[in-house]
Each structure stands twice: as structure tokens, then as C-alpha cells.
């Protein structure tokens, strides 16, 4: 008996058929794209972290309560004992402090930072340190809530650390001064940044926040002026990361040579673009072995305020003249962490408003993750929270 021919369908059924067929054997290369693509969201490990009595500024309970919820930048050393020791810059007033992290918890120090003299409003947003200097930055901004101009906010600080103790140096025992050593105060980013055509146009005076009038000023425009809000240092250069201006889903850095802005000289600047997509700017970063950590949020612009959810993202950091791609690693799911209240009867007590991450430091960093410690704008002393994200 002759064997029977095998029979393939019709023409256009064939083809049919070779598509279904294709799609199951690509199925499983699919399915593993999109995981890669897929960003995975990540809870607090842990948090808030007692603060104990917290800071003291001795400003009067309104005024001492709104300035422990401003913290909006933290750098940490290990000093000669092996223990974490932080400084906290907050944008209220002009004074820093110092926390040693331990056991899940901030021992808050009593010592004054004071990072500028003679008033104004430093409103200082990043803190950076490279182990030999703490470097501290003003947000360089106009008001938010009515266009003022702000030039006290147009400083970068520096001062030399103690590795004895992680802290800032000070003049010997003798010197009742007690002054911080090798304290700098440069005002020339300012006029750095007036001169790259990236920001030109959006430094000097009334340049409003964001693309919208200011709550205060109905009757200005947003002028998507300069905001900073992210400070990192690495191999001598100052990274600073703008919240504003940022269009078109690009945030913007800015590298500055170290040396040169506080002593003179050739800054070197350099600006990266680099894509975190719409409604979002830098609103903290850190250097890490490979590159950088850059802690993303809501831009100056309301429209992308409710919507807009904080990310962890890396950066290599290198230069480049074209539009940067990150590798987003997570987005923080915040929706669980309580807002503690205020204890009746406790002095120097304060309660949480909201979360607003603004600081960014490494507690550890694996060949396989980040352990992150991330403070916010609107909690009592920051509000520590740690997030364990994948590289």
C-alpha cells in the first residue's frame, strides 16, 4: 500500500498556521523581554527610624517643628570607630547637624553647623562628601511660592572632615572660635551656569519655578527657572542634579571641577541630559562604584505632581553629547508608611505631614543590590526609610 502523502492546508491558511506556530516558540523569549522591561516596585524594609528627642534649633515649637520636617540632604562618613556619621542639611535656615546611624536609628548630635553667616535663607537641598570634604549646595532657585528672587541660596559650602570622628573639622581646642577649617563659600556656579546654553536660559532674576504661575503670583509666567536639588561628588567634581529645569522627560546634571569653583580657575563644566521621563526630576543623587544613584520625583511643573511616583535609577555617569538612557532599577511604593503624631506632653516633639523623599544616602552596595537609606521633606527628622533595590 502506497503511504499517504502528508497534507498541508491551503495557501493562506499555511500561513496562518506558521504564525500561530511562531508565537508559541517565541512565547517564553517574550515573556522574558517584558520581564526585563518590567521596573519592579519596592516597600520600605524598614522605618521610620527613631530620631529619639531629635534636633534642636532652639527656634520656638512652630518654627522648631517646621524646620526637624525640611531635611533635604544627607552625606555620611565612616569615622576612625567604624560608625556611620551623617550630616543633615535641611532647607530651612542655615544650619546643618550631624546623626550616627545605628540599629536602626538616628543619634542625633547637639553640635551647630552653621554653613553660612549674616542670614538669608540658604535653602540648601544636597549634601555630598568625598571623605576628606563635606560639600553642601543651595538650591540656586527663585521662590517657590511667589517668584522672589533668592540670591542667599546661591552658595556651595564646603569644609574639611575630621576622620577621627566623620564630623567636620574644627580649629583646635585652643581657638575659641571653634570655626569649621577650611571652610569654603563659592557663589560661582551661579555664573557658571549663565554660561552654558543648556541653562542660560533659565538662570537670573524672575525665573519662576516650573511652567505654571506661582500660587502667589497669578499674573507670572513659569519660566522653568534653575532648581537643584541633588549633590554628588566623585574624583574631584561636583555632580549637581537639577529638579528644574526639566523638559521633554530630561533631567539635566551639571559637573564642575572641585577645586576650581572654590579657589579659581578653569571649572571644566560639563551637562548631561539624561531621559527620567515626563513629569520627573532629579531630586537627590549619589556616587556609587560604578556610576551614580539618582533619586527621582515630581518636577516643578503641578501638573505632574499627584501623578508622578518616586524612582531609583543608575547612571554611568559618563560623558556624552547625546540624551542619556538610565537603567530605572524601582519605583517606591510609599502608600504603607504611617505618619506618626504628635505625643502630648513631650517636649521638642513634632509630627509627620507627608512623604516627600529628598535625600539619598548607601548603606551597603552588593554585587547584587543597593541598601538605601532615604530621608524626607515633611517628616519629623527625616522619617528614615531603608529600601533594599536590585542593580
Known sequence: MKAREHQFPPCCCRRAWLL????????????????????????????????????????????????????????????????????????????????????????????????????????????????????????????????????????????????ATGRGLRSPPGDPSGALVDHGDSERLWSIMHALP??????????????????????????????????????????????????????????????????????????????????????DMVAVQDGFLLLTGPDDDPPGQARVRWAIVWWDGKRSTTVAVPKFLATLDLGKVELRELKAGKANACDDKEVKPEAMTVLEETALAYKLLLLSDGMCDGGALTFTVAR
Open 20 to 163: 500561530v506556530a511562531a508565537a508559541f516558540l517565541l512565547a517564553p523569549g517574550v515573556a522574558q523581554a517584558r520581564k526585563a522591561l518590567t521596573v519592579p516596585t519596592v516597600q520600605p524594609s524598614s522605618g521610620p527610624w527613631s530620631s529619639g528627642d531629635g534636633f534642636s534649633f532652639a527656634l520656638g515649637d512652630r518654627k522648631e517643628a517646621q524646620t526637624r520636617r525640611s531635611v533635604s540632604g544627607i552625606a555620611c562618613n565612616l569615622n576612625a570607630a567604624q560608625q556611620r556619621v551623617c550630616l543633615l542639611v535641611f532647607d530651612e535656615g542655615v544650619e546643618a547637624r550631624y546623626a550616627t546611624l545605628r540599629n536602626n536609628a538616628l543619634a542625633v548630635g547637639p553640635e551647630r553647623v552653621v554653613l553660612r553667616s549674616g542670614g538669608g535663607e540658604l535653602d540648601a537641598e544636597g549634601a555630598a562628601t568625598d571623605g576628606a570634604y563635606f560639600y553642601v549646595t543651595g538650591s540656586h532657585s527663585a521662590k517657590r511660592a511667589d517668584c522672589r528672587s533668592n540670591p542667599h541660596s546661591r552658595h556651595v559650602i564646603r569644609f574639611r572632615v575630621d576622620p
Open 198 to 283: 543648556e541653562l542660560k536660559a533659565h538662570v537670573g532674576e524672575g525665573k519662576c519655578l516650573g511652567s505654571a504661575a506661582p500660587a502667589r503670583a497669578p499674573a507670572l509666567a513659569g519660566r522653568h527657572g534653575v532648581n537643584i536639588e541633588g549633590l554628588a561628588v566623585r574624583n574631584g567634581r561636583l555632580y549637581f542634579g537639577f529638579r528644574g529645569p526639566a523638559r521633554n522627560g530630561q533631567a539635566l546634571v551639571l559637573a564642575v571641577d572641585a577645586e576650581a569653583l572654590f579657589r579659581g580657575g578653569d571649572s571644566s563644566a560639563s551637562i548631561a541630559r539624561i531621559k527620567v521621563g515626563a513629569g520627573r526630576g532629579i531630586r
